[in-house]
């Protein structure tokens, strides 16, 4: 049974003066107002064009990203590689639409594996498909609708830049994740990674989908993939989300009548988190699974799951994540314990960074067990300091 109380392990990489930061930042984001007034004045001085990098960059900024560039987060990725935790370097530019920006982020990516390929510490690069593509074209291909003659050419780039990335992650044997995103682009990304799954899967897992277990269609989707998998000798490869985008979802599915795609409560989501992960886990062997959780129960579920079915905690197919800057007791107390534990690790330009920040602020805002569980272990290791 690991021990996630463990403060000792969970904040040895944080001094005094950072565990203290760590307390404050967490202290605010608590605030629901604070974080709805501190992001609406966050859009508006962005859009005014008013300078906010001297406030963001030493609070939330340093302590969720790890720089503004990939070669910024040397630091970080050595921090954590110290204490077993990995890094999954994740090029956080979003909200962009031009073909040039996506060709840079292509570039970035092309750079992470690079990277990932030549140090230790990095087990994974990761992808967005909204930094590939236009979430319009992806929505548009979904419903069905004819694309238009540079519609069709600027989908077929897409599709390139999916590929060119998953080769390259092949060729440098450097599995690739991709993320997910809303349900109404969502398929057209599970066919395009399910294309490269079978093209790039057959000796070993390299390309990851990602599934987002509030979706009640998912576990049904994992079963039958499995399968299909298992017929054509390939590995399939997941990353184990709960999903990040329940409210957008709801609120779509009513405004536009039709069944919301998300269970009814928490409980649904978590038990479906927890089967899923139990699939994955039973056919190991042959599935690789990225648990991306900061819940504590499902970890412990995981782990002892793995112990029922005696897979070594270091199993190449099994891994854990969670986001820099959150869950660090889940995450060091994991690794601590022998598991394959990674942080994402987000970077890029501050000001393309704060729709990831302002997420993070409102997630931690509207998660407020978890929010209170970091104060409380926060207080619970600067009181073990002082003896
Ligand atoms: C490493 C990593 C990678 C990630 N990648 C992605 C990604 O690619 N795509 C993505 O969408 N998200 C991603 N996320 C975010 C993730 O989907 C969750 O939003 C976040 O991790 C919170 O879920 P949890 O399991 O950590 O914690 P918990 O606090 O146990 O779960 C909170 C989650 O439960 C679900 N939930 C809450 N209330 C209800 C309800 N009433 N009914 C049904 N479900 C409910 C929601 O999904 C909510 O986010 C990632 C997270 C991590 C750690």
């Known amino acids: 049974m690991i021990d996630f109380d463990n403060t000792e392990?969970?904040?040895?990489?944080?001094?005094?003066?950072?565990?203290?930061?760590?307390?404050w930042l967490f202290r605010l984001v608590a605030s629901p107002w604070l974080v709805k007034m501190g992001s609406f004045l966050l859009h508006i001085a962005?859009?005014?064009?008013?300078?906010?990098?001297?406030?963001?960059?030493?609070?939330?900024?340093?302590?969720?990203?790890?720089?503004?560039?990939?070669?910024?987060c040397n630091e970080t990725i050595q921090q954590l590689g110290q204490f077993n935790v990995l890094t999954i370097l994740d090029y956080s530019a979003e909200g962009k639409e031009s073909e040039a920006d996506f060709e840079y982020t292509r570039g970035q990516i092309m750079n992470t594996i690079d990277k990932a390929s030549a140090e230790p510490f990095i087990p994974f690069a990761v992808f967005k498909p909204t930094g590939?593509?236009?979430?319009?074209?992806?929505?548009?291909?979904?419903?069905?609708?004819?694309?238009?003659?540079?519609?069709?050419?600027?989908?077929?780039?897409?599709?390139?830049?999916?590929?060119?990335?998953?080769?390259?992650?092949?060729?440098?044997?450097?599995?690739?994740?991709i993320d997910s995103e809303e349900s109404w682009i969502q398929e057209v990304v599970d066919v395009l990674v399910e294309s490269l799954m079978f093209r790039y899967n057959s000796k070993k897992p390299i390309v990851y989908n990602t599934l987002q277990m509030y979706r009640h269609d998912r576990?049904?989707?994992?079963?039958?993939?499995?399968?299909?998998?298992?017929?054509?000798r390939i590995f399939p490869a997941f990353k184990l989300v709960r999903g990040a985008y329940m409210e957008k979802e709801r609120e779509r599915a009513q405004k536009m009548g039709y069944a919301s795609p998300i269970y009814p409560d928490k409980a649904s989501t978590d038990q479906a988190f927890d089967e899923?992960?139990?699939?994955?886990?039973?056919?190991?062997?042959?599935?690789?699974?990225?648990?991306?959780?900061?819940?504590?129960?499902?970890?412990?579920?995981a782990a002892e799951i793995m112990r029922s079915y005696s897979l070594p905690k270091h199993h190449p197919h099994v891994s854990f994540a969670q986001l820099l800057g959150m869950s660090d007791h889940?995450?060091?107390?994991?690794?601590?314990?022998?598991?394959?534990?990674?942080?994402?690790?987000?970077?890029?330009?501050l000001k393309t960074v704060v729709p990831y920040l302002i997420r993070r602020a409102e997630e931690n805002t509207s998660v407020a067990g978890q929010t209170s569980r970091e104060l409380f272990l926060i207080k619970k290791e600067i009181r073990r300091r002082r003896g």
């Open 276 to 301: 899923a992960t139990a699939l994955c886990l039973e056919h190991a062997g042959h599935v690789a699974v990225c648990i991306g959780t900061h819940n504590e129960l499902s970890c412990t579920r």
């Open 46 to 72: 962005l859009w005014l064009r008013i300078p906010v990098e001297w406030a963001l960059r030493p609070t939330v900024f340093s302590h969720f990203c790890g720089g503004e560039t990939m070669h910024a």
């Open 9 to 23: 392990i969970a904040f040895r990489h944080r001094d005094a003066k950072n565990l203290k930061k760590a307390y």
């Open 219 to 232: 576990l049904h989707y994992l079963h039958d993939f499995i399968g299909r998998a298992r017929q054509k």
């Open 330 to 349: 889940i995450s060091y107390n994991l690794a601590a314990a022998g598991y394959r534990v990674s942080k994402y690790v987000p970077y890029g330009p």
């Open 132 to 177: 590939l593509s236009r979430f319009a074209l992806l929505e548009k291909v979904q419903t069905g609708q004819r694309l238009s003659g540079s519609e069709q050419a600027e989908y077929e780039r897409v599709k390139a830049r999916f590929n060119e990335i998953c080769a390259y992650g092949a060729s440098k044997g450097v599995p690739v994740m």
